[in-house]
């Protein structure tokens, strides 16, 4: 048996998340609500339903490798050229590639500790080194920390996801645009704007092409698209150039293409969305001050709700999870007391409130039971 490089053969079989069908099967469950994803309970705009649904007879074909119809658009959005506009299959593929271009081993990137996992993922699989900052204590990202530790440690990469994951806190344009100014002249900012769409654009920061910053979107969050697998960087031209030699250049099937397109024009669906998850997000702070939770001020599509302890929160995750309800919760201090919840649908917020009051109270019990 032939044995694999020496950098892939020291990583451990670990994956950044564990699907929910996969916690499903282990659970026995057959089904569950699916509030742990930070996907759209909402759906995709019907104008994309419709535009993929007539796309299917021509599913034999390629799609169109340059994808130039959709970059053309997304260009005339944010205010800049096709060639400052790169496409992947989801912020992941976008993130790898990043890294791929501009990490080579032993070089070192900064983020915070306990962000979002798959960028720590590609950093290890490509043998980069990662240093972290905590997040601070109300869960808000350290930006002078990060500017901080990326010039002691000479980084090429700093990752920032704004609005946050996991915390979804927030830092408005004027104190991003001060941090991108304080990071080193020699590294790149890697902006994850994953959940950008819930933000007012006047406070995300000015769009265009920005030096040495790669802004990342998607349309997994409010468009409703996760499943389509497709987001895009928008960043300067000689970045893009870059990841287009080492991209997989059919890796954005003509499906998800042709659904992004049309989902760009259904800006009424999106705003609805967006709404809908700030009534979800204020019913969810409700529900959890009921039972005496705090909860972090959240920006995105889900809230942080504080358990009061690491293990309290994990158990509230295996009883929820019992129920039939998907949740996840963050890995490091001093998240790890908070589990995090998708704003659902009005019934999905329901049946996790019930659920909920149902996993405290179990928890409880048997923390008593064991004392």
Known sequence: MIDPTPLVGALPANKPFVGPEELARNAGIT??????????????????????????????????????????ALARKHGCAIEEIAIGSGIDDLLGLVV???????????????????????????GARLETVPYAENGTVRLDALAMRARETHARIVYLANPDNPSGTFAARDAVAAFVRALPPHALLVLDEAYGDFVE?????????????????????????????????VAPRAVVTSLDKIRNHFGVNRIAQVGALAALDDRAFVRDVVAEVARGRDEYARIAARHGCATIASHTNFVCIDCGSRARAETVVTE???????????????LDTYI?????????????????????????????ASR
């Open 31 to 72: 089904s569950l609500i699916r509030l742990g994803a930070n996907e759209s309970s909402f759906g995709p705009p019907p104008r994309a339903l419709a535009a993929m649904r007539a796309e299917f007879e021509r599913i034999a074909y390629y799609g169109d490798p340059e994808m130039l119809d959709l970059r053309t």
């Open 100 to 126: 791929r271009a501009y990490l080579a081993p032993g070089d070192v990137t900064v983020a915070t500790r306990g962000s979002y996992p798959t960028y720590v993922y590609h950093v290890d699989a490509y």
């Open 201 to 233: 654009a006047h406070d995300l920061i000015v769009d265009g092409v920005h030096d040495n910053v790669v802004r990342m979107r998607t349309f997994s969050k409010a468009y409703g698209l996760a499943g389509a697998r497709v987001a895009y960087a």
């Open 320 to 334: 929820l999870l019992a129920r039939g309800i998907f949740v996840r919760k963050p890995a490091a201090a001093p």
């Open 340 to 368: 995090r919840v998708t704003v659902g649908t009005a019934d999905e917020r329901a049946r996790f409130g019930d659920a909920f009051a149902e996993a405290l109270a179990r928890s409880d019990t048997n923390a008593n």
